[in-house]
């Protein structure tokens, strides 16, 4: 079965960066789109970037637009997302998911596989 793995999380102060990555494994990961949603508490889980299935088309959530690149490498079937000058209200648990179609989509319902989740806590 399709088994996505975060990894790369952890605190940063505001203005920092990290790099998360997914592990992707039990399907042909070059022939589908991927992306990583996040979610906080109580809240409920929203659209953050995602990657066509070639790489060559990417799309952001404005919140974030500027300031995290997606980027996948299809020979290690890992994608990654770059986050620089992190803000406090980018605190949440970030999850990679896999979709069921080849290009980038914001939509959650195109995306049937996701990982555990891993924390990013960015303080001020």
């Known amino acids: 079965q399709v088994q996505l793995v975060e990894s790369g999380g952890g605190s940063v102060q505001a203005g920092g960066s990290l790099r998360l990555s997914c592990a992707a494994s039990?399907?042909?990961?070059?022939?589908?789109?991927m992306g990583w949603f996040r979610q906080a508490p109580g809240k409920e889980r929203e659209f953050v970037a995602a990657i066509s299935y070639s790489g060559s088309n990417t799309y952001y959530a404005d919140s974030v637009k500027g300031r995290f690149t997606i980027s996948r490498d299809n020979a290690k079937n890992t994608v990654y997302l770059q986050m620089n000058s992190l803000k406090p209200e980018d605190t949440e648990v970030y999850y990679c998911?896999?979709?069921?179609?080849?290009?980038?989509?914001?939509?959650?319902?195109?995306?049937?596989?996701w990982g555990q989740g891993t924390q990013v806590t960015v303080s001020s």
């Open positions: 998911e896999g979709a069921n179609v080849g290009y980038g989509t914001s939509s959650s319902t195109q995306y049937p596989y």
């Open positions: 039990g399907r042909t990961f070059s022939r589908y789109a």
